[in-house]
Every structure is written in structure tokens, then in C-alpha cells.
């Protein structure tokens, strides 16, 4: 299989928590990206980080990078019902040219 | 930031008949440019890479013949879905690279019936 996995499938937590995603992938890698799809809609993209970082932030955005293990984790801090979503990992597999290699997702719910 | 739009966003055709997805960046050139497959609650899988002037690179298990794709300027690549059947009922995507980052077109859902 091309893709990495990722854990949990699925994760249903309350307004205000935090929501923590992991995903692993098979290749070297220059960055990894992680991806917001909302039900039936297009990609939105959250955050890239590189392969020489290991952890990056935006607003309540938290992505770590462990290259010897070759798993990121997400982190969802303070998590709104507006973040109800399917949120997917992709690799670049050391490519230049764009070509993506997404893992599995994980679908988050978030009650109100 | 880069611009990638697809058309339509969604389709209904009839089982046997084609359909034809475009793809654009609107505000770059791509030389290259990426088609991905996604069924219902499952991840994107990469179809095939869209070349500028010539033949795209199918993913193993994508049929060539079935999925056309031309990528006739450097603007636009489009996928035309042949002989449709209600099994490629699925969501495309289509994505452009810039500088090193991929940029995605809105989709485009495909129900054949």
C-alpha cells in the first residue's frame, strides 16, 4: 500500500478538549503536511513542517515530526465543534514534484 | 497564495456514458499536475501524474484507457472518466505543485447511476 496509517480512525471528544492525531508513513521524507477535510468538500491545508523540524505551531495547531520513527503527531488544542472534521497526514516521499501520499485520516468529532 | 480550480464540483451521469473533470491553475504554470480518487470514508489515493505535453504515469491497478488524461497546456489538465459505471461513483481531486508545495482543486463528485 502506498498509504501510512494513521490513529485513531476515528476520535469523538467535547468542546474545549484536546484532540491528538498520529500518523506514520513508510518513506523519507522532505516535509509532511496535514489536511482538513470537512464532509464531501476539498482539502484545506493546516501546516507543513519540514524534515529537519521537529515542531511547529499555528494558532491551535500543534504538529511534532519524529524522523527516526517516522510518525507526526496533530494537536487540536481548546477544540471547537467548527473543527468537526477528517484530518489526513501527507508525505512527500522525498519528491520535489508535488506528488502526494496520504495516510488513512482520522474523523473527529467534536460536541458542542 | 496559488490558485487551483476544478470543474464541475460535482456531476451525475448515466452508466456508460464519459465525463470530463478539468482542472486549472489559474495564477501559475504546472508543468506537472496530480489526479487522486477518494471513496466514500476512505483516504485520497493517487491516480496518475498529469505531464505537460506528454503521457501521464498511471498509478499500478489505474487503468490508462479508462481514465484518460491530457494535459495539453500548462494551465490545464483534464480527466475524462470513459464508459462510466456506478463503481467509479467517487470524489476527484486534482492538485498542481508550486514551489514545491501542492495546491488543490475543490473536487469534483462523480455519482454514475
Known amino acids: 500500500s502506498q498509504q501510512g496509517e494513521e490513529d485513531p480512525q476515528a476520535l469523538s471528544i467535547q468542546e474545549g478538549e484536546n484532540a491528538t492525531m498520529n500518523c506514520s508513513y513508510k518513506t523519507s521524507i522532505n516535509n509532511l503536511q496535514w489536511y482538513r477535510q470537512n464532509s464531501g468538500r476539498g482539502l484545506v491545508h493546516l501546516i507543513l513542517i519540514r524534515s529537519n523540524e521537529r515542531e511547529k505551531h499555528s494558532g491551535r495547531l500543534r504538529v511534532t515530526l519524529d524522523t527516526s520513527k517516522k510518525s507526526s503527531s496533530l494537536l487540536i488544542t481548546a477544540s471547537r465543534a467548527a473543527d468537526t472534521a477528517s484530518y489526513f497526514c501527507?508525505?512527500?516521499?522525498?519528491?520535489?514534484?508535488?506528488?502526494?501520499?496520504f495516510g488513512q485520516g482520522t474523523t473527529l468529532q467534536v460536541k458542542p | 497564495g496559488a490558485v487551483v480550480s476544478q470543474h464541475p464540483s460535482w456531476v451525475i451521469c448515466k452508466s456508460g456514458t464519459s465525463v470530463k473533470i478539468e482542472c486549472r491553475s489559474l495564477d501559475f504554470q504546472a508543468t506537472t499536475m496530480f489526479w487522486y480518487r477518494q471513496f466514500p470514508k476512505q483516504s485520497l489515493m493517487l491516480m496518475a501524474t498529469?505531464?505537460?505535453?506528454?503521457?501521464?504515469?498511471?498509478e499500478q491497478g489505474v487503468e490508462k484507457d479508462k481514465f484518460l488524461i491530457n494535459h495539453a497546456s500548462l494551465t490545464l489538465s483534464t480527466l475524462t472518466v470513459t464508459s462510466a459505471h456506478p463503481e467509479d461513483s467517487s470524489f476527484y481531486i486534482c492538485?498542481?505543485?508550486?514551489?514545491?508545495?501542492?495546491?488543490f482543486g475543490q473536487g469534483t463528485r462523480l455519482t454514475v447511476v
Open positions: 492538485s498542481a505543485n508550486r514551489q514545491g508545495r501542492a495546491f
Open positions: 501527507a508525505t512527500d516521499g522525498r519528491s520535489n514534484t508535488g506528488k502526494l501520499i
Open positions: 498529469s505531464n505537460e505535453g506528454s503521457k501521464a504515469t498511471y
